[in-house]
T-cell receptor
């Protein structure tokens, strides 16, 4: 069984569109994350939720809005997509929010904005 | 703010040869250090982590890493590389914020190529 899953795996869209990426974890973890990996493989955290509550919100444009309907899901909605949003987006989860809690990553969603 | 430097963007080794991937960190306090591996088209998988205690840490898949405070380094090693080790390797430093979630700061990665 997949521990952290993301849909879709690939997403190609036009500038200005709105899109969502879904993430689900079946590990029973309390904390979930969204990371962005750019074309140079640089990985940077965007958001973190603990028990559906937003606890980390890095410097991310307001066009990005995470939503956590329950502990097992953390979706990422992006409005008015721009070329610079093209990247691989990774979802991750951990048992708690402590640094010692291992983060488990999903397979990633490759977003291409044309 | 903490930062991580991986000086080598790309390394090629022969199968069976030893491997060392370099990682240097900048952090004001005792760091929490991690190595992750990303296989092509996959998410990241934790290889090992260091919090305290023995400075030589054993991980999965035969990897180990040594924390050297004097050099601000946490280099990853493997005695004998297998072709399946070809992947991207990321070093990360963790910052724990009391009352909030931890944050990992990643290096830019080292791509390992293994020749047969």
């Amino acid at each position: 069984d997949t521990a952290v899953s993301q849909t879709p795996k690939y997403l190609v869209t036009q500038m200005g569109n709105d899109k969502s990426i879904k993430c689900e974890q079946n590990l029973g973890h309390d904390t979930m994350y969204w990371y962005k990996q750019d074309s140079k493989k640089f990985l940077k955290i965007m958001f973190s939720y603990n028990n559906k509550e937003l606890i980390i919100n890095e410097t991310v444009p307001n066009r990005f809005s995470p939503k956590s309907p329950d502990k097992a899901h953390l979706n990422l909605h992006i409005n008015s997509l721009e070329l610079g949003d093209s990247a691989v987006y990774f979802c991750a989860s951990s048992q708690g929010g402590l640094v010692i809690d291992t983060q488990y990553f999903g397979p990633g969603t490759r977003l291409t904005v044309l | 703010a903490q930062s991580v430097t991986q000086p080598d963007i790309h390394i090629t080794v022969s199968e069976g040869a030893s491997l060392e991937l370099r990682c240097n960190y900048s952090y004001g306090a005792t760091p929490y250090l991690f190595w992750y591996v990303q296989s092509p088209g996959q998410g990241l998988q934790l290889l090992l982590k260091y919090f305290s205690g023995d400075t030589l840490v054993q991980g999965i898949k035969g990897f180990e890493a040594e924390f050297k405070r004097s050099q601000s380094s946490f280099n990853l090693r493997k005695p004998s590389v297998h072709w399946s080790d070809a992947a991207e390797y990321f070093c990360a430093v963790g910052l724990h914020n009391t009352g909030t979630a931890s944050k990992l700061t990643f290096g830019t990665g080292t791509r390992l190529q293994v020749t047969l």
